[in-house]
């Protein structure tokens, strides 16, 4: 070999491991960032009645068990079927059981867990198809982490208890029992271990918020497509890992409390249910695609094609069968709008069942960004394929600056920038103290002034009370810390 092929060697070499550590870097800076404003969570409304409905203060752990099923039979009958996360978010609940340090606690491992688990299923899922680099595989995940955070700061995930035990906590879950799911199909896998982690995880996770069970079975559907087409017939434990989790989200959705729910957000109307479900998919689709300035999604997704085209000859996945999932796969985020759509008889979600949207989106474009990147390559001569490479670098780099999400629009820049004016710091050190003196004031009548609702703090989950002493926020406040009422006199 020449001097000029051991230098252009070294070159390629260089900038591998620079995208590689750049990507790194990316990713526990975006990741880091979260993870720290969760650090200075604080308790937020449903935290309160939750935990009053269930009556879990001053139990013994078993009286906390036994309580704690029996408010989560209670939601099922009257509110919605969400068996697992009732259960969970009582029984661990952090204004009873243990207080603020306990939500430190539980709110970091939250939203570590969402990222730790995303991942591994990415790490799994690109194992699967192909030999593929490193530096490429962390460029797929950087890309990932990008999209699910700096379009959204999705507080109700990251600050919020309720949310957490509802959505965050199952959430991770799914990707648990997908990822076992895929490494149980692996060549090597003995033992039944990975189909039990399957079954386990992905039975709770359905046991959430139907955005999550429609998410965790259409993934899971996904996954149980490809390596039924791949391997020419059905597995018996790939019946069994997705049987257990369509049957734990059947159990959800016949639930009376879902029904009992629906009826209160108006008459079933299910022609009205999948237009709204389209037309929110749609401005999803516009949100995420669109020209006004919103996100750069369309930069990201030229991303994953090109990390396709990178690693073209180094695919093993069965083309039938991933054509035919991924495809599938595109329409993954009509089961989680449809669910939400219906639920609350309204055309729009709420930002904790977007950040479930997102995932769908994400996971299912990222996916046909890879496959696209591979058709292209193997599509082309081999002389041209550099010159197709640096006109997709290009393209990729023009959609980014054309689309105005500039680094300023990150919620990783406006949330450092918060973290540096002491925002969050200075909410979660008032809020904590105002609320452990709460119990200096047993049986009295207590005036605060705080926020009216949880919005008070840009990309954070904050502290509020209303205005009633006698509204269901400040009734579980004032049971949590034994006081006699507790007043809001903030106007606004």
């Not at 995420?288 to 990201?300: I, K, M, P, Q, S």
């Not at 705080?450 to 004032?478: C, H, K, M, T, W």
Request: charged share 15%.
């Amino acid at each position: 070999m020449n001097k000029s092929g051991i230098n252009r060697e070294n070159a390629e070499s260089f900038v591998k491991r620079l995208i590689l550590g750049l990507a790194i870097l990316g990713i526990v800076f975006m990741a880091g960032i979260v993870i720290t404003v969760s650090w200075f969570s604080v308790f937020v409304s449903d935290d309160y009645w939750y935990a009053q409905d269930a009556g879990v203060k001053g139990v013994s752990l078993l009286e906390n068990f036994v309580l704690s099923c029996k408010y989560a039979a209670w939601v099922y009958m009257t509110h919605q079927g969400t068996y697992f996360s009732e259960f969970f978010g009582v029984f661990f609940t952090p204004v009873t059981h243990g207080g603020f340090p306990m939500l430190r606690f539980w709110m970091v491992l939250n939203s570590a867990l969402v990222f730790a688990t995303l991942l591994w299923f990415i790490n799994t899922f690109l194992d699967g198809i192909g030999k593929i680099p490193l530096y490429v595989k962390t460029l797929v995940m950087a890309g990932v982490v990008f999209a699910m955070t700096q379009y959204e700061s999705f507080a109700e995930i990251y600050e919020w208890w309720v949310g957490a035990s509802v959505y965050t906590f199952p959430f991770s879950l799914m990707l648990i029992s997908a990822t076992a799911f895929m490494m149980a199909n692996r060549e090597n896998a003995k033992g039944n271990k990975w189909v039990i982690i399957s079954c386990v995880s992905g039975f709770c996770a359905v046991g959430a918020s139907l955005a999550i069970t429609g998410t965790a079975c259409y993934l899971l559907l996904s996954l149980f497509i490809y390596y039924s087409v791949k391997n020419g017939k059905v597995s018996k434990s790939n019946m069994i890992m997705f049987g257990v989790s369509f049957i734990g989200a059947l159990i959800n959705a016949v639930a009376p409390g879902n029904f009992v729910r629906q009826s209160s957000e108006g008459e079933l109307d299910i022609l009205k249910s999948l237009g709204d479900t389209f037309n929110v998919w749609w401005s999803n689709v516009n949100w995420l695609f669109g020209h006004d300035e919103r996100t750069n999604y369309l930069a990201v997704f030229i991303l994953f094609v090109i990390c396709g085209f990178l690693v073209a000859d180094k695919m093993t996945a069965n083309a039938k069968a991933w054509i035919i999932s991924g495809l599938f796969a595109i329409f993954s985020p009509f089961a989680v709008i449809f669910p939400v759509t219906t639920g609350y008889n309204v055309p729009w979600m709420p930002p904790r069942c977007v950040f479930v949207g997102l995932f769908a989106f994400i996971y299912s474009s990222a996916n046909l960004g890879i496959m696209l990147g591979v058709a292209m390559n193997k599509g082309i001569n081999k002389e041209n394929r550099k010159a197709v490479l640096v006109l997709l670098v290009f393209i990729c780099v023009l959609a980014n600056a054309l689309s105005g999400f500039n680094v300023k629009s990150y919620k990783a820049y406006r949330q450092v920038a918060q973290l540096y004016r002491h925002e969050f710091q200075d909410h979660y050190n008032e809020t904590r103290a105002m609320i452990e003196d709460f119990s200096n004031h047993q049986g009295e009548d207590i005036v605060v002034d705080v926020a009216l609702n949880p919005d008070g703090i840009e990309n954070y989950y904050s502290f509020f009370l209303l205005e009633e002493a006698d509204g269901r926020i400040n009734q579980g406040v004032a049971w949590a810390y034994g006081l006699n009422s507790i007043t809001n006199i903030r106007e606004e």
